[in-house]
């Protein structure tokens, strides 16, 4: 790792003004992680966003409009950077216990244990054994065994026999994740190599460990209230749109951030000394919301002209060592989904599926319609998913979807889910579920919004070298990245912990220290756990 010129001292850093481009978890992160380890005053740390503080990892809407969230997350005993950076914020309901301590309460108090992973035909399915031939378990073992930089940009498709997808292994973990066959091998090493330790826990999901509320509420609105009384200046509504550069000793520093801010154009002249992180791409750029009578507007041809995607083409054009964007987001038929928020007033379909699945909400984990054209997988939180209805009885029962086929026709629904209304979408899951007769009353108490999010997938598009940058890009002095897609060796994309670490990185980087990491887990370190695998692979 490349830290900032030795003539910059942490003291000078920590006196200097920190411009954090993004309001996302990464962002965030970065500004926890200026105070507590750079003792930057709260006051130097600036937090522009164009949109809402949270990013991706948002949720709003009422009891009474109905509740959405682009994205749910999951977490696990992997995520110790995630768990270490939260373990010192006041959980949103009691300031004497953290983040970190209130999730592992929820978690031993509301355990996931699925019963009913995989449902077809309206029936859970006996998934004692993984499906795999002897040719699949070859196959997956190869995979796991093979170096990185061999796979190169190999499409998962290119390294499985046909017979692996259809195997119920290769769906339960392609729904967890969100893998397609066309998506980048060397990412789904990664993760069979970090998440090794779930294989023996496949079917029933009790590994996973899930916040108290959905992730805005759990995480995010913490988050605020701690930086926030630190002084932390927090600001929307402003677009940082070119970054621009001068000559300096050891390279290249940002000068000037151009912005627009509710709409006008600003300049923000930077002095010697500052510092620049910027979150790079976004997984939930362009998305729109459709609603119960009404689906969502189409995607665009092309990622669009502002925010975060064209912020980082400009910065690309600029130098190579800044990635290629156009990796991830010009392939929008290959990375769409749809997600959809339900809002129940009553607690009839949770009723119905913990009779169905034998687990009550927020217990079940994840449901999957195999036979689904659409793919559809469920989850039902436990009330009360907002903090809002907290105290009021369960006034609203809230569960999310998402669709990972939205281009191709319903089985019962005859449209393209993403053509589709709330409404639709939820006859075609009711249908699947054996649930029919009861469609009229089901609807009656239900709220349905869709989500179409052209790059929910994009960061596992297959990729070369260059095409992620570095989080202390070469040639730079006082810029880093985070998030998604920035490159950090080993760890996986599209977990909270990979923002989190590429935070950390930033900020120990820019400050000149040694972040002090603990190793990235890698299964293969780990006999016990390669075993414990094994066997579920050859069952």
């Known amino acids: 790792m490349t830290l900032i010129p030795a003539h910059s001292t942490p003291s000078e850093a920590a006196s200097a003004h920190w411009y954090l481009v993004g309001g996302g978890i990464a962002a965030l992160a970065s500004a926890v992680y200026l105070l507590r380890d750079g003792q930057v005053p709260g006051r130097n740390i600036h937090l522009l966003e164009q949109a809402q503080m949270g990013g991706s990892l948002d949720a709003s809407g009422s009891a009474a409009e109905g509740y959405s969230m682009r994205g749910s997350r999951m977490f696990g005993p992997a995520y110790v950077l995630t768990y270490d950076l939260l373990a010192q914020i006041p ?68 390294c499985f026999s046909a017979d692996f997808f259809k195997s119920n292994f290769w769906l339960m973990w392609s729904t967890m994740f969100g893998f397609e066959t066309w998506h980048s091998a060397a990412e789904l090493r990664r993760y069979f190599l970090r998440f090794l330790l779930l294989f023996e826990d496949l079917a029933t999901l009790q590994i996973i460990q ?56 600003e300049t923000i002249e930077l002095a010697p000394g500052d510092r620049v992180i910027v979150t790079l ?22 990622a669009s002209a502002g925010g975060a995607w064209a912020l980082w083409r400009r910065l690309a054009e600029q ?161 880093a990245f985070v998030g998604q897609y920035c490159e950090i060796p080993d760890d996986v994309v599209y977990t909270v912990e990979y923002s989190v670490h590429s935070a950390k990185l930033a900020v120990a980087g820019l400050l000149g220290v040694d972040p002090a990491l603990p190793p990235t887990y890698k299964g293969l370190d780990h006999p016990n756990a390669f075993m414990s695998a094994l066997k579920v692979i050859l069952k």
């Open 91 to 158: 959980s949103l309901d009691d300031p004497e216990k953290s983040v970190t301590e209130d999730t592992f309460d929820f978690w031993q108090s509301t355990p996931w244990y699925a019963r009913a992973r995989l449902i077809e035909n309206g029936k859970a399915l006996d998934l004692h054994a993984s499906g795999l031939s002897n040719r699949c378990r070859l196959e997956l073992i190869k995979l796991m065994l093979q170096d990185e930089s061999v796979l190169g940009a190999r499409p998962i498709e290119a």
């Open 281 to 302: 791409g976004s997984m939930t750029a362009d998305s729109s919301l459709g609603s119960m009578n009404s689906a969502p507007a189409a995607p665009p041809a092309r």
């Open 210 to 265: 899930s916040t108290r509320y959905n992730g805005y509420d759990a995480i995010v609105r913490p988050l605020l209230r701690w930086l926030s009384a630190r002084g932390v200046d927090l600001q929307t509504g402003v677009q940082v749109s070119d970054l621009h550069f001068s000559p300096c000793a050891g390279g290249k520093a940002v000068s000037r951030l151009d912005c627009l801010r509710n709409g006008r154009a």
């Open 319 to 479: 130098d190579t060592a800044f990635g290629r964007p156009e990796a991830f987001c010009a392939h929008i038929d290959q990375t769409q989904w749809i997600t959809f928020t339900v809002t129940h007033s009553d607690e009839h379909f949770f009723q119905q599926m913990q009779s169905f699945s034998g687990s009550s909400a927020g217990c079940g984990g994840l449901v999957t319609l195999k036979d689904s054209n659409w793919l559809v997988t469920l989850h039902l939180y436990h009330p009360p998913a907002y903090a809002e209805t907290a105290g009021q009885g369960g006034a609203a029962y809230v569960w999310w979807g998402y669709g990972m086929y939205p281009d191709r026709v319903g089985n019962h629904v005859q449209k393209k889910m993403s053509d589709c209304s709330g409404a639709e979408i939820l006859t075609e899951v009711f249908t699947h579920l054996g649930l029919a007769r009861d469609i009229p009353a089901l609807l009656a108490s239900a709220n349905c919004i869709p989500c179409l999010l052209p790059y929910t997938t994009s960061q596992f598009m297959p990729r070369a070298p260059g095409d992620r940058p570095a989080v202390l890009p070469a040639g730079s002095v006082n810029l």
